[in-house]
Every structure is written in C-alpha cells, then in structure tokens.
C-alpha cells in the first residue's frame, strides 16, 4: 500500500491510441491524477469516465495531467475507447496484477457466467505531485461508490490556493 508522501512506482502502459503512457515522463504544472478503473465489463466506471471525460478541460485548466488505468487486454480496452464516450480521456491498459498490488488496488475474480475478466482491480484514484510523490488517494473494495468530481476540483483549488498539506500522513 502506498503512503501519503511516498514515490508511487512507475508505469510504463499502452494507451488505446496507439501510444504509450510512462507516469515518470510526466510534467504536470500541479498533479498527474490516474484513476484505475474496473474495465470495460463496468457500467458504474462507464459513467464515471464519460463524466470525467466530459469535465477533462476544468483538470487540465488547473494543471493536471489526467489518465485512467484497467488491466484490461487491448482488445477489452479497444472496447471501452471505441463505445464509450470519454471524449480525449486517455485511457491506459494491460496493468498487470503485480502492477495493481504495488499500487495497493483491491483485486477481484470474475462472478460465474459474467463478463469480467478472470482478475481485474477495484477503483482507485490518486493524485501524484510533479516528483509522483503521493498527495491523495482513494482506493476501494467495491464498484459502488466514486469520489465526486466537483469536490475533488475543489480540493485541487485548495490546495493550490492555500498549499494544502498531504494529509493522513501519521499511517
């Protein structure tokens, strides 16, 4: 489980369009913020990333670099980029399991007769500064919930305006 403070471990990813994401070589003003998500087998993350694609102009107006991660396959995440409409949302793929537990992502098995792949991660998001030193993180156990997109901008603000600390930084 990573630690508010501590150096989150690199990536290196393909995206859906035929690039790579590699987390050191980002240069955010402020944040890098990646959101792990279920996969394409997930209606709530569906929502969550057409809503977050949506709105990927109001992080990036205030220097975060934004990009959503699955262990999904690249024909399962060609699946989301293709039906989903998460507008330039870069979508990353094929994190490992070993990837997902440095990361300190639940991890789940496929119900009977579903669509889910055999193992995949439970949502996460964290918000990494410039030198990928973590500053916030939210990790869960379910699909059920996500953080608000209107209060985590807020957060940002804040902490942008009143340099704001990590917090829970005593763990």
Same mark, same amino acid.
């Given at each position: 489980?990573?630690?508010?403070?501590?150096?989150? +471990?690199?990536?290196?990813?393909?995206?859906?369009?035929?690039?790579?994401?590699?987390?050191?070589?980002?240069?955010?003003?402020?944040?890098?913020?990646?959101?792990?998500?279920?996969?394409?087998?997930?209606?709530?993350?569906?929502?969550?990333?057409?809503?977050?694609?949506? &709105?990927?102009?109001?992080?990036?107006?205030?220097?975060?670099?934004?990009?959503?991660?699955?262990?999904?396959? +690249?024909?399962?995440?060609?699946? *989301?980029?293709?039906?989903?409409?998460?507008?330039? @949302? +870069?979508?990353?793929?094929?994190?490992?399991?070993?990837?997902?537990?440095?990361?300190?992502?639940?991890?789940?098995? *496929?119900?009977?007769?579903?669509?889910?792949?055999?193992?995949?991660?439970?949502?996460? @998001?964290?918000?990494?500064?410039?030198? &990928?030193?973590?500053?916030?993180?939210?990790?869960?156990?379910?699909?059920?919930?996500?953080?608000?997109?209107?209060?985590?901008?807020?957060?940002?603000?804040?902490?942008?305006?009143?340099?704001?600390?990590?917090?829970?930084?005593?763990?």
């Amino acid at each position: 489980m990573l630690t508010h403070g501590s150096t989150a +471990p690199d990536l290196d990813l393909p995206l859906t369009i035929k690039a790579r994401f590699v987390l050191s070589d980002q240069r955010p003003e402020a944040f890098t913020m990646l959101v792990f998500y279920r996969g394409s087998h997930c209606p709530i993350c569906k929502r969550y990333l057409t809503e977050l694609g949506g &709105r990927l102009d109001e992080f990036t107006g205030r220097g975060v670099n934004v990009f959503a991660v699955s262990m999904d396959s +690249p024909e399962r995440a060609a699946t *989301a980029h293709d039906e989903w409409d998460t507008h330039d @949302l +870069p979508l990353a793929h094929s994190l490992s399991e070993e990837q997902a537990r440095e990361w300190g992502l639940f991890l789940s098995q *496929a119900r009977p007769d579903s669509e889910e792949p055999e193992v995949f991660s439970e949502p996460g @998001l964290f918000l990494l500064k410039p030198d &990928r030193s973590v500053h916030f993180e939210v990790v869960q156990s379910a699909p059920f919930t996500r953080p608000d997109l209107d209060q985590l901008l807020e957060g940002i603000d804040i902490i942008a305006e009143k340099d704001y600390p990590a917090r829970g930084t005593l763990t």
